[in-house]
């Protein structure tokens, strides 16, 4: 089999046809075409002796959707008694990786001197049947032996309703639109409600909550509708696929998972490891990713953030080149090297020695359990919308969604629906349950009422109406509501509350600024603390760090500084960017350095000296050359790669 013969027949259809070659149309079943975004084939080369090669010849991921999708096959050598098997396998990601949605195979040999064109059709009762034997495909819902194909002429049209292929009753699913509203809206069979009265939908199928399995759970004839593998973080890129990034905020987009944002003092240094994997807290990595403490210096929070520090002071530890109060940093909690365990979509804390999390704005631990983190996402979850207790009650006729933890309702008209009353037919309509067909009131039967007041009261977010001698009772959204944590608007600068009049209210708390993370709450003062707290910004003033320009300073720290803002330091002390350098020390762009050691902004250490006002070098060692330290002696010429 020769490689890289796949093709569209856009781009055959101006060269001749090979003397010997198969054309093979691969074609889906709308429910497999909905849930498609890559197509993967697969071929296998079989020799005259009988044996299929065990590897595939070809693996080709193929973005998009687009059915029918053609594929060029060539024998190797034109040799025209070769046989070959060909797998097509439908996928919910765009790269062709995950579980397939559904899988078809064939096996067929050449003609010589003639093109032979076959179907394969990805079937909707084979969706989540793998059919894991090779020697096997998929047909009505089981996996058979692939049988002998049929050849088709294209020009009498695509076989696609001729019944010819092994459970196929002769045509696509007639189920689907054959009771469509305006041919438009996809319903179930005619006489669903007979099945419905029975407890059951088309085929035998009985109504369940949609879970995301590659499974019509509820019997509305979609698959997984209540899922966007391009967007959901339990199930990004696939159903059972869920995006986490350790030390971060996690992203799904296009279905795939990357990082929204990482916590606040880790960095992704590498590019590699998932998530942040990086303490930006560290020598090698002080206050941003590759920024290393040379020449001795330690690592340590300044007022601007972590900087590089001749030595620790005001009680802190040096572990390992930190300088970190080990009460509360996460990494050294207890004691040096002590890290509290990294959590799910939250943010490690130490207090007191005692390591603990909390979550990410927007995620829940629900489960209570610690080793899996914060693992609900609040803000697109239907059954923890916008907290852990919240669900977002099910309504007839339209299907719940949540976004930004609100819960919100849209029109689902290709549900079935019941009044429960046994003279109706009833259909979804505009996002109310209607009647098709009424004995009772509209045909000539005994109405149901004479005015709005016969109808029953079905509580304050429903309109209660009589038209045309029939109840019908439409469901009212917010900003209706019956209990205040319908109304959270995920503000944590707001009171929810439901008023007497059941309608929402979301009142503003004075002086309140909302926040997800430290840098919404940047008031460019420093002498502040920057936090967010519970979704809530707080600027507490940092001890020591004074508006000396308008108040001024007093002993034990007389001297006013203003390079950084106000700030008072100690008699002799020199000003340095929000820190008092000792005397003698100076101002190394916002480090203090011993009189000499100042090199860009770091310090060069005892036996170091700065080389081009950038890099420190080792005296006696290392030379300065360009920029960089150069061994003395001679320089590495280095490694090259073979070509």
Same mark, same amino acid.
């Given at each position: 089999?020769?490689?890289?013969?796949l093709?569209?027949?856009?781009?055959?259809?101006?060269?001749?046809?090979? =003397?010997?070659?198969?054309?093979?149309?691969?074609?889906?079943?709308?429910?497999?075409?909905?849930?498609?975004?890559?197509?993967?084939?697969?071929?296998?080369?079989?020799?005259?002796?009988?044996?299929?090669?065990?590897?595939?010849?070809?693996?080709?991921?193929?973005?998009?959707?687009?059915?029918?999708?053609?594929?060029?096959?060539h024998?190797? &050598?034109?040799?025209? $008694?070769?046989?070959?098997?060909?797998?097509?396998?439908?996928?919910?990601t765009?790269?062709?990786?995950?579980?397939?949605?559904?899988?078809?195979?064939?096996?067929?040999?050449?003609?010589?001197?003639?093109?032979?064109?076959?179907?394969?059709?990805?079937?909707?009762?084979?969706?989540?049947?793998?059919?894991?034997?090779?020697?096997?495909?998929?047909?009505g819902?089981?996996?058979?032996?692939?049988?002998?194909?049929?050849?088709?002429?294209?020009?009498?049209?695509?076989?696609?309703?001729?019944?010819?292929?092994?459970?196929?009753?002769?045509?696509?699913?007639?189920?689907?639109?054959?009771?469509?509203?305006?041919?438009?809206?996809?319903?179930?069979?005619?006489g669903v409600?007979?099945?419905?009265?029975a407890?059951?939908?088309?085929?035998?199928?009985?109504?369940?909550?949609?879970?995301?399995?590659?499974?019509?759970?509820d019997?509305?004839?979609?698959?997984d509708?209540?899922?966007? /593998?391009?967007? #959901?973080l339990?199930?990004?890129?696939?159903?059972?696929?869920?995006?986490?990034?350790?030390?971060?905020?996690?992203?799904?987009?296009?279905?795939?998972?990357?990082?929204?944002?990482?916590?606040?003092?880790?960095?992704?240094?590498?590019?590699?490891?998932?998530?942040?994997?990086t303490?930006?807290?560290?020598?090698?990595?002080c206050?941003?990713?590759?920024?290393?403490?040379?020449?001795?210096?330690?690592?340590?929070?300044?007022?601007?953030?972590f900087?590089?520090?001749?030595? +620790?002071t005001g009680?802190?530890?040096?572990?390992?080149?930190?300088?970190?109060?080990?009460?509360?940093?996460?990494?050294?909690?207890?004691?040096?090297?002590?890290?509290?365990?990294?959590? $799910?979509?939250?943010?490690?804390?130490?207090?007191?020695?005692?390591?603990?999390f /909390?979550?990410?704005?927007?995620?829940?631990?629900?489960?209570?359990?610690?080793?899996?983190?914060?693992?609900?996402?609040?803000? /697109?979850?239907?059954?923890?919308?916008?907290?852990?207790?919240?669900?977002? &009650?099910?309504?007839?006729?339209?299907?719940?969604?949540?976004?930004?933890?609100?819960c919100?309702y849209?029109?689902? #008209?290709?549900?079935?629906?019941?009044?429960?009353?046994?003279? $109706?037919?009833? &259909?979804?309509?505009?996002?109310?349950?209607?009647?098709?067909?009424?004995?009772?009131?509209?045909?000539?039967?005994?109405?149901? +009422?004479?005015?709005?007041?016969?109808?029953p009261?079905?509580g304050?977010?429903?309109?209660?109406?009589?038209?045309?001698?029939?109840c019908?009772?439409?469901?009212?959204? =917010?900003?209706?509501? $019956?209990?205040?944590?319908?109304?959270?608007?995920?503000? &944590?600068?707001?009171?929810?509350?439901?008023?007497?009049?059941?309608?929402?209210?979301?009142t503003?708390?004075?002086?309140?600024?909302? +926040?997800?993370?430290?840098?919404?709450?940047?008031?460019?003062?420093?002498?502040?603390?920057?936090?967010?707290?519970?979704?809530?910004?707080?600027?507490?003033?940092i001890?020591?760090?004074?508006?000396?320009?308008?108040?001024?300073?007093s002993?034990?720290s007389?001297?006013?500084?203003?390079?950084?803002?106000?700030?008072?330091?100690?008699?002799?002390?020199?000003?340095?960017?929000?820190?008092?350098?000792?005397?003698?020390?100076?101002?190394?762009?916002?480090?203090?350095?011993?009189?000499?050691s100042?090199?860009?902004?770091?310090?060069?250490?005892?036996?170091?000296?700065?080389c081009?006002?950038?890099?420190?070098?080792?005296?006696?060692?290392?030379? +300065?050359?360009?920029?960089?330290c150069?061994?003395?002696?001679?320089?590495?010429?280095?490694?090259?790669?073979?070509?």
């Amino acid at each position: 089999m020769r490689r890289r013969w796949l093709a569209a027949a856009l781009l055959l259809a101006g060269c001749a046809p090979a =003397p010997t070659q198969v054309f093979v149309h691969v074609d889906a079943e709308p429910g497999v075409r909905a849930m498609t975004r890559s197509i993967g084939i697969r071929i296998w080369g079989r020799a005259r002796d009988g044996v299929y090669a065990e590897e595939p010849d070809e693996i080709e991921p193929v973005a998009g959707s687009q059915y029918v999708w053609r594929v060029s096959l060539h024998p190797l &050598a034109n040799d025209s $008694t070769r046989f070959f098997r060909l797998e097509a396998g439908a996928y919910s990601t765009a790269n062709g990786e995950g579980t397939q949605v559904a899988v078809a195979r064939l096996q067929s040999g050449y003609a010589a001197g003639q093109t032979l064109h076959l179907y394969l059709l990805l079937q909707d009762s084979c969706i989540g049947r793998p059919c894991v034997d090779l020697d096997t495909t998929c047909a009505g819902a089981a996996c058979i032996p692939i049988p002998e194909p049929v050849p088709f002429d294209p020009d009498a049209g695509l076989p696609r309703d001729a019944g010819t292929l092994p459970g196929d009753d002769g045509g696509m699913d007639a189920a689907v639109g054959d009771a469509g509203v305006d041919g438009a809206t996809p319903l179930l069979d005619a006489g669903v409600d007979a099945a419905r009265d029975a407890g059951v939908f088309g085929d035998g199928c009985v109504p369940a909550a949609e879970e995301c399995n590659l499974m019509d759970d509820d019997c509305d004839e979609r698959v997984d509708e209540d899922f966007d /593998t391009d967007t #959901d973080l339990a199930h990004c890129g696939g159903c059972g696929m869920p995006c986490e990034q350790p030390r971060a905020t996690p992203r799904c987009a296009g279905g795939v998972c990357s990082i929204a944002s990482c916590n606040a003092g880790f960095g992704d240094c590498d590019g590699v490891v998932p998530g942040c994997e990086t303490p930006l807290t560290t020598i090698l990595n002080c206050g941003m990713c590759g920024r290393a403490c040379t020449g001795g210096l330690l690592c340590a929070m300044q007022p601007g953030g972590f900087n590089c520090v001749s030595s +620790c002071t005001g009680g802190l530890t040096d572990c390992g080149g930190s300088c970190v109060d080990t009460d509360t940093d996460a990494m050294h909690c207890g004691g040096c090297d002590s890290a509290c365990p990294a959590r $799910t979509n939250a943010v490690e804390t130490c207090a007191s020695g005692t390591c603990g999390f /909390t979550c990410l704005p927007g995620f829940g631990d629900c489960d209570g359990l610690p080793g899996n983190g914060c693992e609900r996402d609040l803000r /697109t979850n239907v059954s923890t919308c916008g907290s852990c207790t919240r669900s977002c &009650a099910s309504r007839e006729c339209q299907r719940a969604s949540c976004m930004a933890g609100v819960c919100s309702y849209a029109p689902d #008209d290709a549900r079935p629906c019941d009044d429960g009353r046994p003279c $109706t037919m009833n &259909a979804c309509m505009s996002g109310v349950c209607e009647i098709v067909s009424d004995t009772c009131g509209m045909d000539g039967g005994t109405p149901e +009422c004479m005015g709005d007041t016969d109808c029953p009261d079905m509580g304050p977010c429903s309109a209660d109406q009589c038209l045309g001698g029939t109840c019908f009772h439409t469901a009212l959204g =917010p900003p209706c509501c $019956t209990s205040a944590t319908e109304c959270d608007d995920l503000d &944590a600068c707001t009171i929810d509350s439901c008023d007497t009049s059941n309608m929402c209210q979301n009142t503003a708390i004075g002086g309140c600024t909302s +926040c997800f993370g430290p840098g919404d709450c940047f008031d460019a003062e420093p002498c502040t603390q920057d936090l967010c707290l519970a979704g809530r910004c707080s600027n507490p003033v940092i001890p020591g760090c004074g508006m000396c320009g308008m108040i001024g300073c007093s002993a034990p720290s007389p001297t006013c500084c203003s390079d950084s803002g106000d700030y008072c330091c100690p008699s002799g002390a020199g000003c340095c960017m929000g820190s008092c350098c000792a005397g003698g020390d100076s101002c190394c762009g916002g480090t203090c350095c011993p009189s000499g050691s100042c090199c860009g902004s770091s310090c060069c250490g005892p036996g170091f000296s700065c080389c081009d006002g950038t890099t420190c070098c080792r005296d006696g060692f290392e030379m +300065c050359m360009a920029g960089a330290c150069v061994p003395i002696g001679g320089t590495d010429a280095g490694t090259g790669f073979d070509a």
